[in-house]
């Protein structure tokens, strides 16, 4: 078995099960309530996705790179505070092809590259320059090299260097953090951006293996249409490659959250617990395990069963599933990748053998343990604990304040002229920061007199956002 790779993915399916009655249906659909509650049900996560995919289409970086919002945002998951917002900055004029594809097809104008697998792990490639277009951007122009052969590679060094660059001399109030991978992670206030810059990439032939698979879910329909979004290469090699310099990872951003915007309800909630258990119980401090690690986890629980077993009543059921093959997963350092399945998700994960042996330990414990699990997640533990008429109260004020301030923010995109001036003196925006501010009074009010501390308008935005 080649390096980063993995054994046939299929003994890593979910165990099938054949009853009629989920063990802890009950408590599964106490938890589901509890979570609509607390802004994870199936009306807020449309709505965001509304709101963030307008945004999408509003956003214009210097009226040629387009952005593409991805990950949990996307996805609907997540308040405005409570994790990153991932960005893609999709390359312009630009697209790799995989071997076989006619180059034909592509205009002239574009920069073309061909994706060049030879030597490169599971999920890599390197880009072979084909066709420099007439007004290549300099991220392209600047990042070629040579092989050593005659041709010319893009660096995938030279390219995430280039964007460093740019963002430490035109981000003014804004924290430029630490390089993560391909990410250039941003920061202002309570806020945090991960910004990654991507180049198209046409690889028919990766996606109709991945279409190919026996399974009972996605739909047909939703394969077809994740074959036509395509995929992006993305700057970062394989860890511990001698040429991961000039490698780039195969990613399919916009077709995942195709996929997780088709999860069933109760997939979606698998997935949004796992994460607060990683977070609140697991603790790892170098993303050991990721987001993106469950989020596969969960691709290959809906692909691998049947759909009509996802209920409320089986939340629990999954869950463990869920948590079974991320103890598998740590223990045996092996997670194929959901679209690329010969890529080892863990192959690259620096995992210390008494920790993993803790985690494995801790996740046995936590399913032995049964729905009381979910006492230990800061979220749900409280809100068990709450009286359900403030708890209610605070939610419907919370979700209101989301979607005012992530209109607010698409509002004056709309408004904005060509320059980026936004007119500050729109009506609906002077609504909108009246009754924001309307919903700041109300909650302090009822906090004090409930005897919180809390009196800072500043503080409090966070708060309710996260």
């Given amino acids: 078995m080649a390096d980063g790779g993995v054994r046939h993915y299929t003994e890593w399916t979910p165990r099938l099960i054949n009853r009629s009655r989920f063990e802890y249906e009950d408590e599964s659909k106490q938890t589901s309530s509890i979570m609509d509650i607390l802004g994870y049900g199936p009306d807020i996560r449309k709505k965001r996705k509304e709101i963030y995919k307008e945004w999408d289409e509003l956003q214009v970086y210097h009226g040629e790179i387009i952005l593409i919002t991805a990950g949990s945002k996307a996805e609907g998951l997540t308040c405005a505070v409570e994790s990153d917002r991932d960005s893609i900055l999709v390359m312009p004029n630009a697209v790799c092809l995989e071997d076989g594809v006619d180059k034909s097809i592509i205009p002239g104008h574009m920069n073309l590259f061909e994706m060049n697998i030879q030597s490169c792990n599971a999920g890599y490639c390197r880009l072979l320059l084909t066709r420099l277009g007439p007004?290549?951007?300099?991220?392209?122009?600047?990042?070629?090299?040579?092989?050593?052969?005659?041709?010319?590679?893009?660096?995938?060094?030279?390219?995430?260097?280039?964007?460093?660059?740019?963002?430490?001399?035109?981000?003014?109030?804004?924290?430029?953090?630490?390089?993560?991978?391909?990410?250039?992670?941003q920061s202002y206030g309570p806020f945090h951006i991960d910004v990654?810059?991507?180049?198209?990439?046409?690889?028919?032939?990766?996606?109709?293996k991945w279409a190919s698979r026996t399974r009972h879910w996605p739909s047909p329909n939703i394969v077809e249409k994740v074959i036509a979004m395509g995929a992006f290469v993305t700057p970062i090699g394989f860890k511990g490659s001698a040429h991961n310099h000039v490698e780039w990872r195969i990613c399919f951003n916009t077709a995942e959250t195709e996929l997780l915007n088709n999860l069933n309800d109760t997939q979606v909630k698998i997935y949004i617990i796992l994460k607060m258990i990683v977070?609140?119980?697991l603790k790892p401090k170098f993303k050991e395990i990721t987001s993106y690690t469950l989020k596969n986890i969960v691709l290959w629980?809906?692909?691998?069963?049947?759909?009509?077993?996802?209920?409320?009543?089986?939340?629990?059921?999954?869950?463990?599933?869920?948590?079974?093959?991320?103890?598998?997963?740590?223990?045996?350092?092996?997670?194929?990748?959901?679209?690329?399945?010969?890529?080892?998700?863990?192959?690259?994960?620096?995992?210390?053998?008494?920790?993993?042996g803790m985690w494995v330990r801790s996740i046995t414990d936590m399913i032995n343990e049964g729905p009381r699990i979910i006492m230990k997640l800061e979220k749900i533990g409280h809100a068990i604990e709450c009286h359900p008429e403030p708890l209610l109260w605070y939610s419907r004020m919370r979700t209101e304040l989301e979607m005012l301030y992530l209109e607010s923010n698409n509002r004056l995109l709309r408004t904005s002229d060509n320059n980026g001036q936004v007119d500050e003196n729109d009506p609906i925006v002077k609504a909108i920061d009246k009754r924001i501010s309307e919903i700041f009074r109300e909650v302090l009010l009822r906090m004090q007199l409930e005897g919180s501390s809390v009196n800072d308008v500043n503080k409090l935005f966070p708060m309710m956002l996260s």
């Fill in 135 to 185: 007004s290549g951007h300099p991220s392209i122009t600047d990042s070629l090299c040579g092989d050593g052969y005659g041709r010319r590679l893009m660096s995938s060094k030279r390219f995430i260097d280039h964007f460093a660059d740019h963002w430490r001399s035109h981000s003014e109030g804004v924290n430029n953090l630490a390089r993560a991978g391909p990410s250039l992670p």
């Fill in 196 to 208: 990654v810059s991507a180049i198209r990439c046409n690889c028919p032939g990766i996606l109709q």
């Fill in 279 to 281: 977070n609140d119980v």
């Fill in 301 to 356: 629980l809906a692909e691998n069963n049947p759909q009509e077993w996802f209920h409320s009543g089986s939340l629990f059921h999954f869950l463990f599933e869920g948590l079974d093959r991320l103890r598998t997963a740590l223990s045996d350092k092996q997670l194929p990748y959901y679209m690329i399945p010969e890529r080892n998700l863990m192959a690259e994960r620096e995992l210390d053998v008494e920790q993993q």
